[in-house]
């Protein structure tokens, strides 16, 4: 249990990395980052609210928090849900698609 906590206390620190190049703020402080879980075998599971539903930046801030992520030690594998985006369910696609190709295997979108 100790070390499924440092390791999601990484992966919060690792997403205060991820800048929205539109307002310069980290995806951790502008609230993008929901329900972040990490369950016993390293796997994350969050979902993704970009900053508004029109967001022109929603798909590579997706794959930066994505690759974010990957970095962390510990982490076997991941799992975003994107919602309130006018694309979402194309996103999610796309992301299912990326993570299901990535090296660390059971890795998807919801």
């Not at 930066?64 to 194309?90: C, W």
Request: proline fraction near 6%; include cysteine.
């Amino acid at each position: 249990m100790e070390d499924i906590e440092k390791i999601k206390a990484a992966v919060i620190d690792q997403l205060t990395h991820v800048i929205d190049p539109e307002t310069g703020v980290d995806v951790v402080r502008m609230r993008l980052i929901q329900d972040l879980d990490l369950d016993s075998t390293g796997k994350v599971t969050y979902t993704f609210r970009p900053s508004s539903p029109l967001c022109p930046i929603a798909v590579p801030l997706a794959l930066m928090i994505i690759q974010a992520i990957n970095v962390v030690p510990g982490v076997t594998g991941q799992s975003m849900k994107v919602i309130d985006y006018i694309q979402a369910e194309q996103l999610n696609e796309l992301i299912n698609t990326i993570l299901t190709e990535s090296p660390q295997g059971d890795n998807h979108a919801q």
